[in-house]
């Protein structure tokens, strides 16, 4: 796939999307969710593509919205809770935005942007963003950590195992080896970990302690606290929950995974005083969500509940592993399209022959 993807963006996807293939492909479909994750605040320079690649620049935001409104049906997350849950039918080529993980920039610079076009989104919020202090990810704060580390081979006591910090590829892989195991405990003992690994690594400060400084960089890394929270929730957008702590949720014992489910539900519905009906998985794929989590979330209370792959139209919806198209920073137009329409996903499984299962009932 990855050879032939230069060629599906620069040729094949502009030429379908040019001739009206991939709309009319959608077809009678029922439903595409569409994922973000925040906008890249003005003044805040990238430094790293691959964290940095979930915001989508204003401009090309503008253009997401501005298409999909053309051309598809963009619908309100209260039509799709009736959708799930009384079967009420929704109007063709419907298309739900979403936006993952609350991060200070989805207030500041993409509500307003969505408000401008008149549009509604769900925004998947943590527990953390019911306290009044403004916090970080914490797997952010690990990325950080590991890329300011010296080279060398560190022994983490910790968790009996031996880090070798070589390059920016070495070190994002291992980035995600961490984020696995140190889901597997609760967020303060990841956060002693993390506190652990810096004085290891022999850095004066956390290297997150960087992102509060500055209004680009606190837009950037840090997440809503309950009063931007609150802001949000009145200017219309509907809340939903992405857990407490955004852990790998597969990784948990079962007592973990539920609490993280359950509680970011009820706290959250404390914290704005409105129902909180739908739930995005963190990471959202099938490595990190199993059908235990579909379980959990049903028996939690929720009323649907969201993957992170699998989407555009024709997928397989199931109500508590909906899936959605995560959109990237360095997705044209065309591929957006493509995604939306489905056509990237088939194609996807036709050459390589992986098949997303998303969902075992409707
Ligand atoms: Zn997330």
Not at 186 to 202: H, K, L, P
Not at 281 to 309: H, I
Not at 313 to 325: E, H, K, N, Q, T
Request: charged share 20%; hydrophobic share 40%; glycine share 8%.
């Amino acid at each position: 796939m990855s050879l032939v993807s230069p060629l599906l963006k620069r040729v094949v996807y502009p030429f379908l999307a040019n001739a009206g293939y991939l709309r009319r492909r959608a077809g009678n479909s029922d439903l595409c969710v569409v994922t973000y994750h925040g906008v890249l605040p003005a003044g805040y320079e990238v430094t790293d593509p691959e964290q940095d690649g979930g915001l989508l620049s204003a401009e090309n935001l503008a253009r997401q919205l501005r298409l999909l409104k053309s051309q598809y049906r963009v619908v309100s997350p209260e039509d799709v809770l009736l959708w799930a849950t009384e079967d009420k039918q929704l109007p063709r080529k419907s298309v739900l935005l979403t936006c993952d993980d609350g991060l200070l920039n989805t207030l500041t610079d993409m509500a307003p942007i969505l408000r401008e076009e008149g549009l509604p989104c769900l925004f998947f919020v943590l527990g953390t963003s019911t306290t009044q202090s403004s916090q970080t990810l914490w797997y952010e704060e690990l990325y950080l950590l590991l890329l300011s580390a010296p080279r060398g081979t560190f022994f983490f006591d910790a968790l009996g195992m031996k880090m070798q910090m070589g390059d920016r590829k070495q070190r994002r892989i291992l980035w995600w080896s961490l984020v696995k195991k140190f889901s597997e405990r609760d967020q303060a003992e990841r956060a002693g970990y993390i506190e652990a690994a810096r004085i290891q690594f022999g850095l004066p400060e956390c290297p997150s302690a960087g992102c509060k400084n500055g209004d680009a960089n606190r837009r950037r890394f840090t997440l809503l606290n309950i009063n931007e929270l609150r802001q949000l929730a009145e200017q219309g957008m509907t809340i939903g929950a992405h857990t407490l702590n955004h852990p790998v949720l597969s990784r948990q014992t079962p007592e973990l995974a539920w609490r993280e489910i359950s509680e970011s539900r009820t706290i959250l519905e404390h914290a704005i005083g409105k129902p909180v009906w739908a739930l995005a998985y963190p990471f959202g794929d099938a490595e990190a969500v199993t059908s235990r989590e579909w379980k959990m979330a049903e028996q939690a209370g929720f009323q649907c509940a969201f993957m992170n792959v699998g989407g555009g139209f024709g997928a397989r919806l199931s109500r508590f592993a909906l899936p959605r198209v995560h959109v990237t920073a360095s997705m044209s137009l065309a591929e957006f399209e493509a995604h939306v329409s489905g056509f990237h996903r088939d194609l996807r499984a036709c050459l390589t022959g992986e098949r997303l299962y998303i969902g075992a009932s409707a």
